[in-house]
């Protein structure tokens, strides 16, 4: 079992930036990929980002790719998305989600999700 908790969200201008953090515990963190996810009312969870084990690896959506950084730090089991230029269509809850031996982009492929952090941007 893996225990997953978001923090960082909050009210930002448009142009801000904010960082997530995601904190696990429970089974060892490096074995997990690590995702990024998005919910805003209404529409289906998005994918944002993801990132390999070891952190070598890290992809994001087109929506979010050149504003949006993915990192982890497995000495301290948490995991980054650093927001950057953000925009009030990025308004949404945002989950994070470990899945065992790799990352995915696909939602459905994760065992475990945090309960998630709301992210507001006003224009």
């Known amino acids: 079992q893996v225990q997953l908790v978001e923090s960082g969200g909050g009210l930002v201008q448009a142009g801000g930036s904010l960082r997530l953090s995601c904190a696990a515990s429970?089974?060892?963190?490096?074995?997990?990929?690590m995702g990024w996810f998005r919910q805003a009312p209404g529409k289906e969870r998005e994918y944002v980002a993801r990132?390999?084990?070891?952190?070598?690896?890290?992809l994001y959506s087109d929506s979010v790719k050149g504003r949006f950084t993915i990192s982890r730090d497995n000495a301290k089991n948490t995991a980054y998305l650093q927001m950057n230029s953000l925009k009030p269509e990025d308004t949404a809850v945002y989950y994070c989600?470990?899945?065992?031996?790799?990352?995915?982009?696909?939602?459905?492929?994760?065992?475990?999700w945090g309960q998630g952090t709301q992210v507001t941007v006003s224009s």
């Open positions: 989600a470990a899945r065992s031996g790799g990352s995915s982009r696909y939602a459905h492929d994760y065992d475990y």
């Open positions: 429970g089974r060892t963190f490096s074995n997990y990929g």
């Open positions: 990132i390999s084990t070891s952190g070598g690896m890290t």
